[in-house]
């Protein structure tokens, strides 16, 4: 069985399809024994699915630097 560690590592992995079938599995059954892993991977769906449902992006280099323009001039 995987550690608690291990298991958070599969999950994050898991969200972005980057896991293999394998590790889904060690992750699932780790999930069955511990109650507070399994509890993570379900907010971490959560919280995967609002950040895609709103649409987040990054600002460019271009933005940020406009941004720190504007921050220093009203210092």
């Known amino acids: 069985m995987v550690s608690c560690e291990k298991a958070t590592l599969i999950c994050n992995k898991a969200q972005y399809g980057e896991a293999s079938f394998v590790d889904i599995l060690r992750m699932k059954l780790h999930h069955l024994i511990c109650k ?5 991977s379900s907010c971490n ?4 699915s609002l ?5 987040l992006r ?3 280099q271009a933005e940020k630097e406009k ?6 001039q009203h210092r």
């Open 51 to 55: 950040c895609q449902k709103a649409k």
């Open 67 to 72: 941004m720190k323009e504007t921050l220093s």
């Open 45 to 48: 769906t959560q919280l995967t």
């Open 58 to 60: 990054h600002l460019s």
């Open 36 to 40: 507070t892993c399994a509890k993570h």
